[in-house]
């Protein structure tokens, strides 16, 4: 069956496209950012010796890390209000759901840099009588941030191709418009390679910047 592909048709939806890709990078940043956040925290608690702690933490992490994204988006947005009694929107559904699925990826990368940290540099650390908090600030995590930033870059990457996942609760990122223009023109074809092309051009740099970074800290 021949096809013509024709493009020509896309610019007159340019403000759906252009308001999908600011929604599609702005959720990326945003719950990176928040994810780190929660990351950093549950890291540092995890590795308490204090099992009250710690112990539900690790079980938390792990039920982010073995479900899928898309069952725990659907969750959140259906499930949690009915338990906590206040309804979400599309959009802070989708907010939480990518901000602790990808706390929990964080948090075993912060966790695991910390770990790899030679237990030499702690004890010279308490010889010289520092506390934890500054031992950890001043000694263990600028060394383990040089061993974090590939993977927490990889990490950021990811975040970013879940966001395709928010059109399951109709936030209207990329992939959302791009239903939407499908919907309209039945032109799929078209509609999902212009997709396609847009991340390739959002994530091509960042996977570039990430293998450029671990070459560096390799040496």
């Known amino acids: 069956m021949h096809y013509e592909w024709s493009f020509g048709f896309l610019l007159q ?3 759906l496209i252009g308001v999908g890709t600011a929604y599609t990078i702005g959720f990326t940043i945003l719950t990176a950012v928040a994810g780190f956040i929660v990351g ?14 710690s112990s539900p933490l690790v079980m938390l992490v792990e039920i982010f890390r073995c479900t899928p994204v898309l069952v725990q988006l659907v969750w959140i947005y259906y499930a949690l209000p009915v338990l906590i009694g206040v309804e979400l929107s599309p ?4 907010f ?23 237990p030499g540099q702690w004890d010279a650390g308490r010889a010289l009588g520092m ?17 974090m930033i590939p993977p927490l870059v990889n990490q950021a990457v990811l ?29 799929p ?4 390679t212009m997709i396609a092309v847009i991340y390739f051009i959002i994530l091509f740099p960042m996977t570039r910047v990430a293998r450029v970074l671990e070459a560096r800290l390799a040496h």
Request: charged fraction near 15%; charge should be positive; glycine fraction near 6%.
């Open 131 to 147: 506390r934890r908090f500054d031992l950890m600030r001043r000694i263990v995590m600028p060394q383990a941030l040089k061993r």
């Open 91 to 94: 959009a802070v559904a989708a």
């Open 159 to 187: 975040q970013l191709k879940n966001t395709s996942l928010l059109s399951v609760l109709a936030v209207p990122d990329l992939l959302y418009q791009g239903q939407l223009i499908t919907s309209a023109t039945y032109r």
């Open 96 to 118: 939480i759901s990518l901000s602790l699925y990808g706390g929990a990826f964080y948090s075993e990368i912060i966790r695991g840099g910390i770990v790899s940290i030679d």
């Open 189 to 192: 074809l078209e509609t999902y």
């Open 13 to 15: 939806y340019s403000k």
């Open 40 to 53: 950093c925290i549950v890291a540092i608690a995890s590795l308490s010796n204090i099992r009250l702690i």
